[in-house]
Each structure stands twice: as C-alpha cells, then as structure tokens.
C-alpha cells in the first residue's frame, strides 16, 4: 500500500477584488489546486516541486488535514484526510514555511515541550527526544532564547524539529531549507536523507530545483495548480530532447535581447534570472534547435552582436529547469514572477 494517495485534489479560494474606489467588490475564484492526482510509495522522498504560487502549499494543507479539499479525495497512511483526519494526523510530522504556529513569549525548548504535551509523549521521553533533536539540527545553542528573538533561520530549524518530535512514519515538509544558511541547509538535507534510509516517507514542497534533483527519488512538478509532469530527476530530464543547452553569465541582460534570443529559429527555448538589478548581471539558458557542435559559431555570432558583456559561456547538462520549460514555455523564475 502506498503512503500518499491523491486522486483529483481540488482546493478553490473565493476573494473580493475591488475595482474602484466607489465601486462594489467583486467575488474572484481561485483555483489554487486543481485536480491533481499522485501517488507517494513508502519510504521514498517524494517532492512536489514549482514556483511560488503553484500551489505547493496548499497542497501540504490539504494532505496534513489544515485545509478541506473542494473536491476529490487523499488517503495518507491508508487513512482519508476528511474522513478520517485524526488518525491521519496520528500518522504524520508536518513543518510549513511560516513561524505563526509558535508562541513568541516562549522559548523554543518550551515551545517543543508544549507540542510534545499535546502529541501525549511522556515528559521523561519528550525530554531526551528533544535534547537530541536540538543537538542534531544544530539549535542546542539556542533552545533556550525566547522565540521572538529568534531569526528566520532559526525558526526553520524549530519548525523542522517540531516535525520530527512524535517519530511519524510520514514526514510533511514545506520549503524545508528556506532561510537557512548554507551550512544549516545542507544539514537539514542531511538529515532528510538520513530519515529516508531509515524508512521513513517524506513528502516535501520546494522551489529549489538543485534541492529537488540532490533529495528526490521522484518529483511531481506543479505548475498554476496542476501537475505537469511526474517521475524520477534522471526521467524528468530525459524528456528533453537531447539537444544543445549553454549556460551563459552576463551583464546586460535585458528583455530585449532575450525577445531576440527567443525570435531566431535556431533556438529552441531562453529562460533567464537577473540577481542584480543596476548592472544586470545574471545567468541565462538556452536550449538550441539541433546539434551543439552545428549551431555553436551561430550561438557567438548572436551573443557578440546582442551587446551583452560575457562572463562565461559554457555547455551544460539537461536540468529540471530546461524540463519545466520545454513543458510551459517558460522560465521557473519567470513564472515565479508572474505568479507575484
């Protein structure tokens, strides 16, 4: 029997839009998950990957029994999550990206003594349950400071350990590592790939491409609320056409040029991220039309004459960013923007 069983999961917000000052609102409906379905196999890592606004959370909502689906039906540890929500969440550790869920008056070792309370672990193993968890995602340190003053980092790793206080055999984790430093990231990677090996089923959202592909035995990728594509990385990167990908850093990247980029015949698709806005420095990605070795003098011809100042330029290997777009027609991170 599988861990996760999703079939035709819908969940719709309805919000008022207002349209002018002296003008009444409107009723908008939101589509933020729209009939998707999945299985997750025990003891796998299973990640439900897509930009910001994909509806990656809501998901986890729905799933860990916090939202009420609209339509369709899930089954998590054999139990259904509307049905049968108590032992659903019997069965299960949940960490999502928010720090609401903690009392800022308390320290976090008191914050996870509460959790442990209401989850019935007896205060003796509560304690030594605790005491390890803190020593193995590395806020011992800080287990005694109050939570307000805590930082962003800080309150991923308390919500991460949070998730592993009960020992659930199901493990919900939203945006695992964001807000993290390097160091504090790869940790918590460790740590999944650790819980993994000892059986454990993980089901995590993320944005992380790189995360996704380093973690995941299998990834759902979600985009607008529907699921896209479904399979291992090494499966996911197959299905793009084995043809040119070059990697480029520059300066001076504009719409402009990458319309231009877009427009030429020889290639096939562009996406690109811009991390600073003064000079324009960032990374862009093409996916060429036919062989690297035939088009590549075009390529430097195009790059020369477009007026961006070169970095570097080199070929790369198929990513899951060159598997989203080849699905949607679109940059991750575009999409990411769109979606805001």
């Known amino acids: 029997m599988d861990a996760i069983v999703v079939k035709n999961l819908t969940?719709?917000?309805?919000?008022?839009?207002?349209?002018?000052?002296?003008?009444?609102?409107?009723?908008?409906?939101?589509?933020?998950?729209?009939?998707?379905?999945?299985?997750?196999?025990?003891?796998?890592?299973?990640?439900?990957?897509?930009?910001?606004?994909?509806?990656?959370?809501?998901?986890i909502k729905m799933l860990s029994t916090l939202l009420i689906p609209d339509e369709g039906d899930a089954w998590v540890n054999g139990y259904h999550v509307v049905r049968e929500a108590n032992k659903v969440r019997e069965s299960i550790g949940v960490s999502?990206?928010?720090?609401?869920?903690?009392?800022?008056?308390?320290?976090?070792?008191?914050?996870?003594?509460?959790?442990?309370?209401?989850?019935?672990?007896?205060?003796?193993?509560?304690?030594?349950?605790?005491?390890?968890l803190l020593k193995l995602i590395g806020l011992e340190k800080d287990a005694d400071k109050l939570v307000e003053e805590y930082s962003t980092g800080m309150k991923s790793k308390l919500n991460f350990v949070r998730a592993l206080l009960n020992d659930p055999p199901i493990l919900f984790l939203d945006e695992p590592t964001i807000g993290l430093d390097p160091n504090s990231s790869r940790k918590v990677r460790e740590v999944i790939l650790e819980l993994s090996r000892e059986g454990k089923t993980i089901f995590l959202t993320t944005h992380n491409m790189e995360e996704a592909d380093f973690l995941c035995d299998r990834i759902a990728i979600i985009n607008r609320g529907k699921i896209i594509a479904i399979g291992s990385p090494g499966e996911l990167k197959n299905m793009v056409e084995r043809k040119g990908i070059i990697e480029i850093e520059a300066y001076n990247i504009t719409k402009e040029i990458?319309?231009?980029?877009?427009?030429?015949?020889?290639?096939?698709?562009?996406s690109y991220?811009?991390?600073?806005?003064?000079?324009?420095?960032?990374?862009?990605?093409?996916?060429?039309?036919?062989?690297?070795?035939?088009?590549?003098?075009?390529?430097?011809?195009?790059?020369?004459?477009?007026?961006?100042?070169?970095?570097?330029?080199?070929?790369?290997?198929?990513?899951?960013?060159?598997?989203?777009i080849t699905l949607t027609g679109k940059g991750f991170y575009e999409e990411e923007k769109s979606n805001k």
């Open 11 to 59: 969940k719709i917000f309805v919000t008022k839009e207002r349209r002018g000052f002296l003008k009444k609102s409107v009723k908008k409906r939101i589509v933020a998950v729209d009939h998707i379905s999945f299985n997750v196999r025990r003891g796998e890592v299973f990640g439900l990957l897509g930009p910001n606004g994909a509806g990656k959370t809501t998901t």
């Open 96 to 132: 999502l990206y928010s720090d609401r869920g903690f009392y800022w008056k308390l320290t976090g070792r008191e914050n996870l003594r509460y959790f442990a309370y209401l989850q019935h672990i007896f205060p003796r193993d509560a304690e030594k349950r605790i005491n390890y």
């Open 273 to 324: 991220n811009i991390n600073d806005s003064i000079s324009l420095k960032g990374k862009i990605r093409i996916g060429l039309n036919g062989n690297m070795s035939e088009y590549l003098p075009e390529i430097l011809k195009i790059l020369v004459n477009s007026g961006l100042k070169i970095v570097y330029f080199k070929p790369v290997e198929p990513s899951l960013e060159d598997v989203f």
């Open 258 to 270: 990458v319309e231009k980029m877009r427009n030429n015949d020889i290639i096939g698709h562009v």
